[in-house]
């Protein structure tokens, strides 16, 4: 997920809008925006690009096996198509 880092400059970047009239309250905006933001990017389940590009490599392994499996299973069906009969 996002880590604190991301989540506190994007609530830095939310609270440097604030209209200059709110700047007494620019402290307590931000701290509520950074909670917000956590508990929304929360619930999306969203995953790191490490994350993503791990799943990405253990697909590509398995998407390999499953071909090299269909070609062992091809080159078997005449074989057994032979002894069936």
Known sequence: MF???TIDEMANRLASVIPPS???IKDDLEKTFRAILQ???GKM???TREEFE???MVLAK???N???LEKRVAALEPYIASTEN
Do not use: M, N
């Open 3 to 5: 880590d604190t880092k």
């Open 22 to 24: 709110l700047h007494a």
């Open 39 to 41: 508990s929304v990017l």
């Open 45 to 47: 389940e969203l995953v």
């Open 54 to 56: 791990v799943q990405k």
């Open 62 to 64: 398995t998407r390999a």
């Open 66 to 68: 499953l071909e090299a």
